[in-house]
């Protein structure tokens, strides 16, 4: 659950105050689910996006900070894609990053939307880019190797690996950011692909629909189906896992996606 940005300590705020000026306004953001706090904040020197996470002890960094401290390392080296980050601040158990704020819309994954066409482009860019060397030891598939042999998955390809349309900005100027890096790593270039299938589904697409716009990248139709195959199944047994510790709406939903395109590819049932 969120907290609230009047929830950060005053040594805290009084450390991001020292870097923006006065504050007039705090929008908070209603996306996204890796930091206690995420919010447009609106101050004398212009808007910039927020996210800040507590540590679970003093010295101890939770989930939430981890996976803050991922996104501060790679942003250097994906700012093509990323917003810049500003600057950070650690103090009074926080860690605070601050992002340029972006101006612009999610995508939209909907059946004949003109955002599909955007995104193969950023696809095929992204799979283009050299792995940055922070993450040469990020390896994607480590987050299914306890469901089963998961060495079909790996490889050297950049993976944003949660390219969601809320993680795909869209400007009226054309322009493109790709933000929430915290699962970026490298593996296998189909697993980008194959990640996209729930919310693609979610946004009404059947899984025949699906995999048929995923076939319009060779590194999709060039891929064993066997791993494929196995992606599919390990990838909805995870959720399944993961509805022991969450059973919220969205993750109910996604996980159902995630067992109605492996039910498509397996046709074995649950």
Not at 180 to 203: I, M, S
Request: charged share 25%.
């Amino acid at each position: 659950m969120r907290s609230d940005w009047s929830d950060l300590p005053a040594e805290v705020l009084g450390a991001i105050t020292a870097h923006t000026g006065p504050i007039h306004r705090i929008e908070p953001s209603s996306a996204g689910n890796h930091a206690d706090i995420a919010a447009t904040v609106h101050a004398g020197g212009g808007r910039l996006f927020v996210k800040a996470a507590r540590k679970t002890e003093p010295d101890t960094d939770g989930p939430e900070v981890r996976s803050l401290r991922w996104e501060a390392a790679i942003n250097p080296h994906v700012t093509e894609y990323a917003p810049r980050l500003h600057w950070t601040v650690e103090v009074g158990g926080w860690l605070v990053l601050a992002f340029e704020h972006v101006q612009a819309r999610h995508a939209d994954y909907s059946p004949g939307s003109a955002d599909l066409d955007i995104l193969t482009k950023v696809i095929d860019s992204l799979q283009a880019h050299p792995v940055p060397s922070v993450l040469e030891r990020k390896r994607v598939e480590r987050r299914w190797e306890a469901m089963a042999d998961v060495t079909m998955l790996a490889g050297d390809t950049l993976l944003h690996a949660d390219l969601n349309p809320a993680n795909v900005l869209l400007g009226d100027d054309g322009s493109v950011c790709l933000v929430d890096w915290t699962f970026a790593g490298r593996g296998a270039a189909f697993l980008e692909l194959a990640l996209l299938v729930p919310w693609l589904l979610k946004a009404g697409h059947t899984p025949v629909e699906a995999e048929a716009w995923l076939s319009r990248f060779p590194v999709w139709t060039n891929t064993d189906q066997a791993a494929i195959d196995l992606f599919s199944r390990v990838f909805a047994d995870k959720w399944k896992l993961n509805l022991a510790a969450n059973d919220a709406e969205w993750a109910r939903e996604h996980a159902d996606a995630a067992w109605q395109w492996a039910d498509h590819r397996l046709e074995d049932g649950r």
